[in-house]
């Protein structure tokens, strides 16, 4: 799993967020911090806040590009 730069605490912030811009995501842990291109899973908010939503998104370059697709 993948996370997002910023601390969304919603999958409707993160959805408000790529419609504006492109969003930064990395791995944690010993498979990080880039995550490679192609559909990945993203969840939120960050630890240790337990997570509340998941995503599944494309990356392109390290980021979600504005205007993707966020299921």
């Known amino acids: 799993m993948a996370y997002t730069k910023f601390n969304y605490k919603t999958i409707k912030a993160l959805r ?3 419609k504006l811009c492109d969003v930064p995501v990395f791995q944690p842990g010993p498979f990080g911090p880039d995550v490679k291109d192609g ?5 939120g908010p960050h630890y240790p806040e337990p997570h509340k939503w998941y995503a599944q998104v494309s990356i ?3 980021v979600i590009p504005k205007g993707s697709r966020v299921i």
Not at 39 to 43: A, Q
């Open 39 to 43: 559909k990945t899973s993203i969840e």
């Open 60 to 62: 392109r370059g390290g």
């Open 16 to 18: 408000e967020a790529v």
